[in-house]
């Protein structure tokens, strides 16, 4: 299998963080525009912004949080030579539950969904981390 193609998934979190990016960029403009808030307040505290301003920035807070764990594995998996389908499938799992839980985050913010979502992406984190070792344990 090729290699590489575990920054596909990596790649697509990074979509999602670029994504958030410029959807907080625009929030912010159009809380500004429609006086929700006080630019000298806010230039020191975030959390004077309109609460939808505030959810895209906490998760893009989050999204450097497990995603480090994430990126970290993808490379051990890239230099270690140990890429297989099942792992770049869980990689892309990983990724899909880091959008969902950016849609929940940023829409609803119910917390159960939002839950679940970052549970499902820790379990396939620790799943994956677990591999990696005994694959370098076995290598030994």
């Given at each position: 299998?090729?290699q590489s193609l575990i920054?596909?998934?990596?790649?697509?979190?990074?979509?999602?963080?670029?994504?958030?990016?410029?959807?907080?960029?625009?929030?912010?403009?159009?809380?500004?525009?429609?006086?929700?808030?006080?630019?000298?307040?806010?230039?020191?505290?975030?959390?004077?912004?309109?609460?939808?301003?505030?959810?895209?920035?906490?998760?893009?807070?989050?999204?450097?949080?497990?995603?480090?764990?994430?990126?970290v594995l993808a490379i051990?998996?890239?230099?270690?030579?140990?890429?297989?389908?099942?792992?770049?499938?869980?990689?892309?799992?990983?990724?899909?539950?880091?959008?969902?839980?950016?849609?929940?985050?940023?829409?609803?913010?119910?917390?159960?969904?939002?839950?679940?979502?970052?549970?499902?992406?820790?379990?396939?984190?620790?799943?994956?981390?677990?591999?990696?070792?005994?694959?370098?344990?076995?290598?030994?």
């Amino acid at each position: 299998m090729n290699q590489s193609l575990i920054f596909i998934p990596v790649l697509a979190h990074m979509l999602l963080v670029f994504t958030l990016f410029i959807k907080l960029g625009i929030a912010k403009s159009a809380a500004v525009k429609l006086g929700e808030v006080n630019r000298k307040d806010a230039a020191l505290n975030s959390k004077a912004w309109p609460d939808s301003v505030v959810k895209i920035s906490n998760n893009i807070g989050n999204q450097f949080e497990t995603p480090v764990l994430f990126y970290v594995l993808a490379i051990i998996f890239f230099l270690t030579n140990t890429l297989n389908s099942a792992v770049l499938v869980l990689m892309c799992f990983y990724t899909a539950t880091r959008y969902l839980h950016s849609y929940f985050h940023i829409t609803t913010n119910f917390v159960p969904n939002r839950f679940k979502a970052f549970l499902a992406g820790v379990l396939i984190l620790l799943g994956l981390t677990v591999w990696q070792l005994v694959l370098l344990i076995n290598s030994i």
